[in-house]
């Protein structure tokens, strides 16, 4: 079974343009989320311009604050605080990663809690860490809602995470510990790796290394979760993308797995907007 994250984004939107709309009867306004944009980087464009665009499609307010990639950790920092206080801006999104000579962390950390749609600060992963989450990092975010939404039985199962990010690993293993996982978290220095991506019944693999695993990593009937993706240059002078997992290896082995492109991807940016209207509807 293919779990299409495509889909799911396409539901959970709908449902949000819907929420949106009441947001708006409501309170007089939209819901607004920030971000903010330093330097020229390609990919980071491209990513800040989807965001946009699904602000627009669902109804959310998109401000951009765009800064030179010359411009110093101050006034990055002036810009966080102006939309700390301002009372139209519901999420402040610092769009990763910065220029080289910066630094994201203190940046991150100066964001309102209650206005952190990517669920990064130390009080949003503390509050997901004991229970009580505002803002869930938002692709561990979006493979819960796949998951839900092909209704996978988690309760008692055994997952695997394969990866230790703060952005995806760490919070990852947490939700599906509160879904009453048995849960097993590997990385770069653990040993014999397939040994334990075999443990699985739900294997999420954020290594963020291309098609690192195969058919040998994954028990028959598992669920196989794909966060990985890259651009790899092909004999034909082509470029195709990929994901952590080589899939073609598991037609028919296991039970369900997301496609790249096409799975987890997409679920990344509708979680923001989710995390977006949640934060709002909570200033209310």
Not at 41 to 61: H, L, T, W
Not at 86 to 95: A, E, P, T
Not at 125 to 151: D, W
Not at 211 to 220: D, N, P, T, V, W
Request: hydrophobic share 40%.
């Amino acid at each position: 079974m293919i779990l299409d994250g495509k889909l799911v984004a396409k539901v959970r939107r709908d449902q949000l343009a819907q929420r949106c709309e009441a947001f708006k009867k409501k309170s007089g306004r939209r819901p607004g989320l920030a971000v903010i944009l330093v330097g020229e980087d390609p990919a980071s464009q491209v990513y800040v311009r989807n965001k946009i665009a699904a602000c627009n499609e669902v109804g959310i307010s998109s401000v951009e604050r765009r800064l030179s990639a010359s411009a110093t950790q101050e006034k990055i920092a002036d810009e966080i605080r102006a939309l700390n206080e301002d009372k139209n801006i519901d999420g402040i999104l610092l769009q990763l990663p910065l220029p080289k000579g910066l630094k994201a962390e203190p940046l991150t950390e100066m964001i309102r809690p209650d206005k952190d749609p990517d669920g990064l600060t130390m009080d949003n992963l503390g509050r997901l860490f004991v229970g009580r989450p505002r803002a869930i990092s938002c692709t561990p975010f979006g493979v819960m809602k796949i998951l839900e939404h092909y209704q996978i039985p988690l309760e008692g199962r055994h997952a695997v995470v394969v990866g230790r990010s703060q952005i995806v690993g760490k919070p990852m293993a947490q939700l599906l510990l509160a879904a009453n996982c048995t849960v097993t978290i590997c990385h770069s220095k653990s040993h014999d790796l397939e040994s334990l991506t075999l443990l699985g019944d739900i294997v999420v693999v954020a290594a963020g290394r291309p098609e690192l695993l195969g058919k040998s990593a994954f028990k028959k009937d598992a669920v196989v979760i794909d966060v990985g993706i890259h651009r790899l240059s092909k004999d034909d002078g082509t470029t195709k993308l990929v994901g952590d997992v080589r899939a073609q290896e598991l037609d028919g082995w296991v039970k369900a797995i997301t496609p790249v492109p096409g799975g987890v991807g997409p679920m990344t940016i509708t979680m923001l907007l989710e995390n977006t209207l949640n934060l709002a509807e909570a200033h209310l």
